[in-house]
RNA sequence: GGGUCGGUCGGAUAGUGGCAAUUCCGCCGCGCUGUAGACGCGGUGCCUCACGGCUCCGGGGGUUCGAGUCCCUCCCGGCCCA
């Protein structure tokens, strides 16, 4: 249930509620796809002030499985997070894992990129995965293209993404019918995730409207656009949500998978997006690029920083940063110390959810 | 004193007589966007780039059209024998 409390020349201010409490929106969703961040803990997660967490159900798929994490009562007790989780279906991993996986009309056949062996993920599987492990929000499974990839292509996945959210969307009300029948006493009736429909169409206008629309036909709890920031320039991806913003219902989140920098966010959110997930911020802290609160980065491993004594970043959000000199951090990093990561996880992190915070404080409901 | 093995670009290494020279690390720079990747790409003798040129494999000399590679000698280091 998505409440929309005010519209304002910065963007969309709401409230999604969900089984494990409300999501003020605008919202970034940190990714930690198989169950955890790398290099902090949940606890630091919520700590600097994620409302919400993103799983994969390929990865918890392949491990531990579906049923492992059901058996220990869903995904939020088995790893500890009490707040709202979105499972994102696999479809990314369709364009990520390009090199050992096979699309056919039915599903994707992967070979798992840890031992090799097979798996088929389709909508049925993607639905009964996501069911098991208990997630808040759940995506339908789409095929994600590059942004670049030729028209005829972006027409394949389009009619495979809809033909797929539909299923997707029968198997989800048919899971639901047969849990409402078999209903035991001590299982709370409203647990529905909210399903989300993903817009995929390229950079092709004409194909993102009838995705939208198509998919709004079908029906859902909230619109994705998928498929962007995989290769087109920013431009590029702010038209098209110039293009698909606008057919999105008012009353429901828009979620814009997989982006991204700060100011991409900023921009998004004036064309009406209202959701956010992206791996960068943690990347790039495991890489050395860290992002201060000023708005500014810096590549600590840049031979400039041994001898600067300096706090990282005076005005963090996180304890780390303002305890700890750039001199400290740079000699962790050369030193491929693992602390190297946290702090610079926790800086990224944190300086990301306080944008966002920031954001959201700035308009007026 | 005798014998022997060895000295290659910051470190460690490869190197059939055609080599500005292999690989790894380090170092420098850049990139990462619904997480296969504590990762990837490029650079790393000098001439500001390309082209081209110059100088290079402990020092010196020699053989050769051509030497890091062969020969002599010196210096330095390891090991063995005295």
Same mark, same amino acid.
């Given at each position: 249930m998505f409440t929309l409390l005010a519209t304002t020349a910065r963007g969309r201010r709401g409230s999604l509620q969900t089984a494990h409490g409300a999501i003020d929106t605008p919202v970034f969703f940190p990714v930690g796809t198989g169950g955890a961040m790398r290099g902090i803990t949940l606890e630091d997660l919520r700590a600097l002030g994620s409302q919400v967490l993103l799983c994969n159900t390929y990865h918890l798929h392949l491990m531990p499985g579906e049923d492992v994490v059901k058996e220990a009562g869903g995904l939020h007790d088995f790893i500890g997070w009490d707040g709202p989780i979105l499972t994102d279906s696999g479809g990314f991993q369709v364009f990520s894992l390009k090199s050992i996986r096979r699309i056919e009309e039915h599903g994707v056949h992967f070979r798992s990129h840890i031992d090799g062996r097979p798996l088929f993920l389709g909508p049925k599987e993607a639905m009964e995965i996501q069911h098991k492990l208990g997630a808040d929000i759940i995506m339908c499974f789409d095929e994600c293209p590059p &942004?670049? *990839?030729?028209r005829q292509k972006q027409i394949g996945a389009v009619d495979r993404t809809l033909r797929w959210a539909k299923e997707c969307k029968i198997h989800y009300e048919e899971i639901h019918r047969s849990r409402a029948t078999n209903q035991r006493s001590n299982e709370p009736t409203n647990q529905r995730p909210l399903l989300f429909g993903i817009v995929q169409g390229g950079l092709e206008r004409d194909l993102r409207i009838k995705c939208a629309e198509e998919l709004q036909a079908i029906g859902f709890d909230g619109y994705a656009i998928g498929? /962007? *920031?995989?290769?087109?320039t920013e431009a590029e991806m702010f038209d098209i949500l110039d293009t698909v913003c606008p057919l999105l219902p008012e009353n429901k989140p828009r979620y814009l998978m997989g982006v991204g920098r700060i100011n991409q966010m900023r921009t998004a959110v004036t064309k009406g997006i209202d959701i956010f997930d992206c791996v960068l911020p943690m990347r790039e802290a495991r890489h050395g690029t860290i992002h201060l609160s000023d708005g500014s980065t810096i590549? +600590? /491993?840049? &031979?400039?920083?041994?001898? %600067?004594?300096?706090? +990282? %970043? #005076? %005005? &963090? #959000? &996180?304890p780390l940063s303002t305890s700890h000199t750039k001199s400290y951090l740079s000699h962790l990093f050369h030193a491929k110390e693992r602390a190297a990561e946290t702090i610079a996880c926790m800086q990224n992190m944190g300086v990301m959810l306080e944008a966002m915070q920031t954001l959201r404080n700035d308009m007026k409901i």
């Amino acid at each position: 249930m998505f409440t929309l409390l005010a519209t304002t020349a910065r963007g969309r201010r709401g409230s999604l509620q969900t089984a494990h409490g409300a999501i003020d929106t605008p919202v970034f969703f940190p990714v930690g796809t198989g169950g955890a961040m790398r290099g902090i803990t949940l606890e630091d997660l919520r700590a600097l002030g994620s409302q919400v967490l993103l799983c994969n159900t390929y990865h918890l798929h392949l491990m531990p499985g579906e049923d492992v994490v059901k058996e220990a009562g869903g995904l939020h007790d088995f790893i500890g997070w009490d707040g709202p989780i979105l499972t994102d279906s696999g479809g990314f991993q369709v364009f990520s894992l390009k090199s050992i996986r096979r699309i056919e009309e039915h599903g994707v056949h992967f070979r798992s990129h840890i031992d090799g062996r097979p798996l088929f993920l389709g909508p049925k599987e993607a639905m009964e995965i996501q069911h098991k492990l208990g997630a808040d929000i759940i995506m339908c499974f789409d095929e994600c293209p590059p &942004s670049t *990839a030729p028209r005829q292509k972006q027409i394949g996945a389009v009619d495979r993404t809809l033909r797929w959210a539909k299923e997707c969307k029968i198997h989800y009300e048919e899971i639901h019918r047969s849990r409402a029948t078999n209903q035991r006493s001590n299982e709370p009736t409203n647990q529905r995730p909210l399903l989300f429909g993903i817009v995929q169409g390229g950079l092709e206008r004409d194909l993102r409207i009838k995705c939208a629309e198509e998919l709004q036909a079908i029906g859902f709890d909230g619109y994705a656009i998928g498929g /962007l *920031a995989v290769g087109e320039t920013e431009a590029e991806m702010f038209d098209i949500l110039d293009t698909v913003c606008p057919l999105l219902p008012e009353n429901k989140p828009r979620y814009l998978m997989g982006v991204g920098r700060i100011n991409q966010m900023r921009t998004a959110v004036t064309k009406g997006i209202d959701i956010f997930d992206c791996v960068l911020p943690m990347r790039e802290a495991r890489h050395g690029t860290i992002h201060l609160s000023d708005g500014s980065t810096i590549r +600590i /491993l840049q &031979s400039r920083f041994v001898r %600067d004594h300096t706090p +990282i %970043d #005076p %005005d &963090s #959000p &996180s304890p780390l940063s303002t305890s700890h000199t750039k001199s400290y951090l740079s000699h962790l990093f050369h030193a491929k110390e693992r602390a190297a990561e946290t702090i610079a996880c926790m800086q990224n992190m944190g300086v990301m959810l306080e944008a966002m915070q920031t954001l959201r404080n700035d308009m007026k409901i």
